[in-house]
């Protein structure tokens, strides 16, 4: 067993399932509250249901792929394909606040936090992790 704590996969997949119960409230939000995503990420925002609802979605399809990580940590295609998901939602975050002004920065933290922070994870394991496949 790997001594470093950021290479153990029981220690990862945890982390990734705790993500993805995290964003999973994002999920419920979207299709039922939309306006609770529009007033605490985009209160600068005029945004119909619909962004809402395509939002969960999204939300949807990455926790997907992060619980099925979660599953198969050992997995570096999965690896890849959380890398680009974090990103993209760390990269979201960080237009949008800093570039567009259209989301504040306590509304962007949890994006910072989860994506950044899983994107770094993911990709140190993808560096330094010698049994993924």
């Known amino acids: ?3 470093n704590i950021f290479l153990q996969d029981n220690i990862f997949s945890y982390w990734l399932c705790f993500v993805s ?30 962004f809402g ?10 926790i997907t792929a992060c619980l099925i990580l979660a599953l198969f940590p050992q997995s570096l295609p999965m690896h890849y394909m959380n890398l680009c998901a974090f990103t993209i ?12 002004k259209t989301m504040p920065f ?3 933290i949890s994006m910072y936090f989860f ?8 990709l140190y394991r993808i560096l330094f992790c010698k049994s993924l496949q």
């Open 1 to 3: 067993m790997d001594t």
């Open 21 to 50: 119960l995290f964003r999973g409230f994002s999920i419920v939000t979207g299709y039922f509250k939309p306006q609770i995503i529009t007033k605490n990420i985009y209160p600068n925002e005029k945004l119909p249901p619909l």
């Open 53 to 62: 609802r395509m939002f969960a979605n999204w939300t949807g399809g990455s």
């Open 89 to 100: 939602a760390f990269g979201h975050a960080l237009l949008e606040s800093n570039y567009y």
């Open 106 to 108: 306590k509304g962007a």
């Open 115 to 122: 994506g950044g922070g899983s994107a770094l994870w993911t």
